[in-house]
């Protein structure tokens, strides 16, 4: 399997204040990794510092993308290389359509002319896959939307950029069991041999669903055990009161 994403080392700050204190992970093509901690154990700030928010400083470590040094590059050159980020709380964006907002993300990431009718058809077969009101197409991005059509309004976009890595934090937070079946399927739907994914989760719902090749317990900025998915098991039977000093 090729190397897709390698972190090295990688000590991250918000402010002040330090959270990661020396993660090292590797994700090959093909594979799906999870993340799971207690809150505040810095799961978002890893998703975070691999797109390189600016309100996360890296004070050392790499993180390497396809065997290139992406530390300092800004957060939509990284998009463009093909890692996607859904997040938590997903941005409602006034007078932007669903379709207007996802042609021109695509325009940017893939750098061609987008061709409208071919994408609404292809919209819509995924919409259908996921079981969204079509009408959505033309509603203004996640205003109005329920948390259950916000998510799976972020795996439509998963789908539609198709990036190499997708990392996904908290994609099950807030969702029903029919939910969070339908966004596996979406995720399902995207995973191949060439690509991967990182699923960032204080819980396991999603998994019951999906079967990760490794699980990495994050507690206090430092991965403290890697194991498979018999490890999520574990965690949603006895807790991370173990794994803490």
């Known amino acids: ?9 990688l000590f991250v700050n918000a402010g002040e204040k330090e959270i990661l204190k020396g993660i090292n ?5 093909g594979e799906i990794h999870v993340i799971m901690g207690p809150n505040g154990s810095g799961k978002t700030t890893t998703a975070n510092a691999i797109l390189n928010n600016p309100l996360y400083q890296k004070k050392s470590g790499e993180i390497i993308f396809e065997g290139e040094n992406i530390n300092n590059l800004k957060t939509d050159e ?4 093909g890692i996607f980020m859904s997040f938590q709380l997903p941005e409602e964006i006034q007078g ?13 990431v893939t750098g061609k002319p987008v061709k409208i009718f071919e994408f609404k058809n292809e919209l819509k077969t995924y ?8 009408k959505n197409m033309d509603r203004s991005l996640n205003v109005g939307f329920s948390g259950g059509e916000k998510k799976k309004n972020e795996i439509l976009q998963l789908l539609v950029l198709n990036p190499k890595l997708a990392i996904l934090d908290e994609t099950d937070s807030g969702l029903d069991v029919d939910a969070i079946k339908t966004v596996s399927k979406g995720i399902e739907m995207f ?7 990182l699923i960032i989760t204080h819980n396991t719902k999603i998994l019951h669903s999906l079967k990760p090749d490794y699980v990495h317990v994050l507690v206090d900025g430092k991965i403290v055990k890697t194991g498979d998915a018999s490890l999520a098991k574990e965690i949603e039977e006895n807790g991370y009161e173990q794994y803490k000093k």
């Open 78 to 81: 990284i998009a463009r290389k």
């Open 127 to 134: 919409m259908d896959e996921l079981k969204m009101n079509p």
């Open 1 to 9: 399997m090729s190397k897709l994403l390698e972190i090295k080392n």
């Open 96 to 108: 932007v359509s669903v379709t207007n907002f996802l042609k021109y993300a695509k325009g940017k």
């Open 25 to 29: 992970l590797r994700i090959n093509a």
């Open 191 to 197: 995973k191949t041999k060439e690509n991967s994914v």
